[in-house]
């Protein structure tokens, strides 16, 4: 017991120096001191140093000290949550409910983690509804499978927090709340069936959980980890998820929190594991000072949690509270070690990107943040970063080419079309690199790929008409200026290039065609062009040449 009044107390005296709690302290009838965020009579209120006068020395405990730089993340190859997802998009459906049907197996034997059995329900956090549809076929091929049903749940319950947004309760639309609470009853209800079909199934009871601790049920959150605990007696995530539903920001309270550790003392000593829940209570109180500011404060309850156990997610929070402090190195010391525990999250990885930016790694940031993009394609900050990345190579390349460094032009140019290769501006300034190397067979590549991905762009078909002139196919240079045209029958530009060719070729009556054509939109050069191809016409009827 004495280890979780310990907890309590000193989360108490940490966190009573911002504006999200005033803590009490007061000795019951048992002459146990007690510690609430809520008045309480006799009670005495706690008071500690303010933010600025505290010791701001970063508290180094982590794992893995040794390491100061970034470790390659490991393959998501073998990525279960990857997997999972392949199939959900091809509607592999079978394959789908045999692959769960593998991992329920795996845990159950111990062959697989918890950890590493709940991190691949992951796949069906997805954030966009234009896979709906796709569930209900999943739901309707396969109707007597729990799978297809908990699937589901998942994602619904996810799309409930897509629409009700990350912003305070006081700042969130009636609209957004009322389509959240839409989408949780219809996770719950998807969730329940697929306990009807599979009782034993502790990811249904966690989600069934993490909807009752949204909709603030706390006697539900209670009564579904009791049930889930008969089943699965050692589950940490059990316990962790309804500690925080007893969390003060989620409608609890700190006597809540303590009366749920000491209960789960007996626990705890029987599986090992769980001694990482004696850290909760710092981490809970570590994302309190966050979210007042108190970044350093922040740090030293982190580091305090990480003594019970190395985490990864609190691993993932102090390295995400130290890139806010500016301590870069010790960030990405935590988020190293936060992504060697757990390889298939997605934030891991986005902030350890922008830890590697801080820190002028901007190589070993590009291959973070397609990591975090492959294992969460829809999140809008992790595709802004990705065209951030891109545009930072696009620059550096641009400045390379322009001091006649082709060779390292053409290796950022490369690295800028890998994180945004729908760029056709990234295909045309490499083709650029490569046409003053005279590597003309390489620009023609890229300027193909430039016009294929961006056909609307004039200067890409000019820049191939530049290099297709070189070898006199002039063949080529039309069919180009006739697909922009297909597309933009009003831009006289691409008429006077096309008469251009004709003239290079020798068909004098095209090349008239074509320029009197930009001369009829108005296009200058297509005038200019137009008046010395008629003299020129007329000169060689004159002299009785060929048309």
Known sequence: MKYSLLVISLFSLLTSNSSYAQIYKWVDENGRTQFSDKPHPKAQEVK???????????NKTAVNKKQQVAVTHKSLLNSNVLKLRSMLKKKEFSALNKTIEQLDISYKSNELSEDAYFTAFDAFDIKSEELASTFDSWVSSTPQAYQPYLARGIYQYHIGWLHRGGKWSSETKDANKLKMS?????????????????????????????????????????????KALKIHPSSYNIRAQHLRA?????????EAMQEYLIEASQAIKKYPKLKILEGYIYNEAGEMQVLGKSYNSA??????????????????????????????????RDLNSAIELNNEKPLYYYWRTNTLIDLNEFEKAMNDIQAAIQLDPYDKDFQSKRRWLSAKFQNDAYNLRESQNNDSAVDKYTKAIRLNPENGDLYQGRARAYIQERDLDSALTDMKKAIKVDPDNYHHYA???????????????????????????????????????????????????????????GNLEGIEAYEKFTQMFQQRIEKGGPY
């Open 246 to 254: 007893l969390t003060p920001r989620w409608g609890g309270s700190l």
């Open 48 to 58: 500690i140093k303010s933010e600025n006068q505290q010791d701001n020395k970063v």
């Open 463 to 521: 820049l191939i008409d530049y290099i297709l002139i070189k070898s006199k196919e002039y063949d080529q240079i039309i069919k180009y200026w006739k697909q922009y045209i297909s597309r933009h029958p009003d831009d006289g530009r691409a008429y006077v290039e096309v008469g251009g060719t004709y003239f290079h070729k020798g068909d004098m009556q095209s090349a008239l065609k074509y320029a009197k054509k930009s001369a009829d939109l």
């Open 182 to 226: 839409e989408y949780l009853s219809k996770a719950s209800d998807d969730i329940l069936k697929s306990l009807t079909i599979n009782d034993d199934s502790i990811i249904s009871y966690f989600y069934l959980m993490r909807v009752a601790t949204t909709q603030g049920r706390q006697d539900e959150s209670e009564r579904l980890q009791r």
């Open 299 to 332: 740090n030293d309850l982190f580091s305090k949690s990480l003594e019970s156990g190395a985490y990864h997610g609190t691993l993932f929070r102090r390295g995400k509270n130290n890139n806010r402090r500016e301590e870069y190195t010790d960030s990405l």
